[in-house]
């Protein structure tokens, strides 16, 4: 658990990977497009969105907000939950995107979905924890 | 746990692990054969022949040209022609009996992930005529009856319509979210794909609201429909080439209205689009980016055996 100029300076790193991550997904779900035939997934196109707003927006807040007050506390098992959640529902969407544009299904990427959910809760249950006992 | 606490160590396995469930979840869905068994076996029985409305051919052997077949109890003529900036085919089809309307599964076997070409399947089958038909292994949803027998009764959730076809060869198209097992007895054939493209000699397409995207797409398409008692329209439409670009569903729907069909049904398409006659292609299979057919689950086909 830890705060302060470098918690702002990881927070910064944070912002800039989820962002590459997001760009990323954003330019696969479209060259993806490219070679469906005119198919389309809301899952494929939206899951840019999971990095972004799970990990570039928080990651920005908390960069922002470094400074002020007692800081942000982290930590680095709440951070390890917290990005393999953002991970498994990006892979779980990208999935379930491929699978409707070829217009099948397969029931484990439920599962997946379920487990990022799972970690990302985990996270933050670890994450306020933390708090707790810093406090 | 120790060796997780150093940086980047946990991002790395854990980026293996979720690699390694991708790549098993998609050879799961795309790749990896599992047969399956069916619901009931032999639910479902034919109830006899209808009377010979076919003139036999003389001497009673069949009569066989590049476009048309004859015998005492099949009569096909397939016809190639040009609309909507695409070559279509079709197959018209007069039969004695619907005993000779038969659907087949790849290597014989009701399961996901195991297929075969449509024209491998028709041979195998001494088929006449065979198209693709709707491909029931690539989903986990939508009834599957074939022959007589119920391998899936599990209707699609949340939209679908199957085409079912009656022991006596007649075809009615039902909604499969409603459609239950028992709405079956005497059925000798459902094919879930979709959707219903005519009813009554009116398309049932309608242009853009509930229209799915890829069903207002110029695509490679499969269609069968029903004129009269044991008279049939087969059509496949090559798509994705220079040559022929393909249709879409509300073309599709005309295109079957123009052949007289009153209920009309749309089979799997795109590079699944295939139609064999006599042991050969005689459409142009593609899926866009690789030419020749591709392996699907199951055919429709019109043949003796």
Known sequence: MSSGPSARQHFRSAALVYGVV?????GASRIYALFSQGVSSEAMTYMFLYPLLGGT?????CWALA???????????????????????????FLQGVFEIAGTASGYTLVIRLMGAGLAVAAVVVGAAGVIKRR | MSFLKKPYRFAVVYSIFLTCISAYVLLDAFVIPKAAVPVATAAYQQVGQVAAVVEPAAGGEPVLTDSSYRDENIQITIEKGRAFESVYYVADIRLSSADYLKTALAKNTYGRNITETTSEMAAAHNAVLAVNGDYYGFRNTGFVLRNGVLYRAAGKGQSGEALLIDAAGNFSIADETTLSEKDLAGMQQVLSFGPGLVMNGESTVTGGGNARSQDAQSNPRTAIGQISELHYVVVVVDGRTAASRGVTLKQLAELMIQYNCKIAYNLDGGGSSAMVFNGKVINHPTDGRNDGERRVSDIVYIGHE
């Open chain 1, 57 to 61: 927006l928080p990651a920005l807040l």
């Open chain 1, 67 to 93: 400074d002020r007050g007692g800081g942000v506390p982290r930590s680095r098992a709440a951070d390890n939950l917290w990005n393999a959640g953002i991970a498994a529902l990006t892979v779980a969407s």
């Open chain 1, 22 to 26: 997001s760009a990323f997904t954003m």
